[in-house]
C-alpha cells in the first residue's frame, strides 16, 4: 500500500514530448524522395497536417474511390496523402515514445508491479495505450488505481457471468492507461476474501 504523500499527480509525471513542428516535417520531407506522378510538395497550398486524424484523413486520398470525393486533382491528392504518410509515421514514432516514457515514469513509482505492460498504437488509432495487466489480483489494480487517481470499474467479462473484468482507465501524460485483472466472479452467496 502507498501512503498518500507517495500519490503522484498527472503534472508530477513529467514526460519530455516530442511534437510536430513543422520545422521537423519540413526536415523529414527534404530527407526522402518525393514519388513520381505527385505535385512537388513545396507547391502544395495546405499547411502539413500535425494529428493523427488528420493525417489519415489525406491518406485516404490514396485511394481512387475516396478521393473522387474530394475536389482536388490526383497529383495534388497524391501528394498530400504521401506528405501525410511521412508525417504520420512520425507521429506514431513520437506517440511509442510517449507512452515508453509514461510507462518508465509509472513503473518507478507504482506500489502494484503488473505482470503484464503492453503498448499499443495501431496505424488508425488515435494516440497511444499502455495496458497493464494484474493477472488475476483486482487488489493489484485497485492500489495502482488509487496511486494515479484513476476510476476502478467492475464488469461482468462472460455472457455466463464466470468471470469479473476489473479495470482502471484514464489518462496521465496524455497517454491512454488501461490497468486490469480478469478474476473468478464469485458465487452468489460467497463470501470473498
Known amino acids: 500500500m502507498s501512503s498518500p504523500s507517495a500519490h503522484l499527480t498527472q503534472q508530477e509525471i513529467e514526460v519530455t514530448v516530442q511534437h510536430l513542428t513543422q520545422s521537423r516535417i519540413a ?7 518525393q514519388p513520381e506522378g505527385e505535385r512537388p510538395w513545396h507547391l502544395l497550398l495546405t499547411k502539413p497536417p500535425t494529428t ?10 490514396e485511394d481512387p474511390g475516396t478521393r473522387k470525393f474530394s475536389d482536388v486533382d ?14 504520420h509515421e512520425m507521429a506514431r514514432r513520437d506517440g511509442y515514445m510517449d507512452a515508453l516514457a509514461v510507462t518508465e515514469q509509472m513503473m518507478n513509482t507504482t506500489p502494484a508491479l503488473p505482470s503484464d505492460t503492453f503498448i499499443n498504437l495501431a496505424p488508425w488509432a488515435d494516440g497511444p495505450e ?7 489480483d ?13 476510476p476502478v470499474t467492475e464488469r461482468p467479462h462472460t455472457s455466463a457471468g464466470t468471470t469479473t473484468y476489473v479495470s482502471a482507465t484514464g489518462t496521465v501524460s496524455g497517454v491512454q492507461i ?16
Not at 490526383?74 to 508525417?87: N, V
Open 130 to 136: 499502455i495496458r497493464w495487466a494484474f493477472h488475476r
Open 27 to 33: 526536415a523529414a520531407l527534404a530527407a526522402v524522395p
Open 178 to 193: 488501461d490497468a486490469y485483472a480478469l478474476i473468478d466472479t464469485p458465487a452468489p452467496g460467497q463470501v470473498t476474501a
Open 74 to 87: 490526383e497529383p495534388t491528392a497524391l501528394a498530400e496523402a504521401s506528405r501525410a504518410r511521412i508525417i
Open 138 to 150: 483486482a487488489a493489484a489494480v485497485r492500489v495502482f488505481a488509487a496511486h494515479f487517481g484513476l
Open 52 to 61: 493523427y486524424h488528420e493525417t489519415r484523413m489525406r491518406i485516404a486520398l
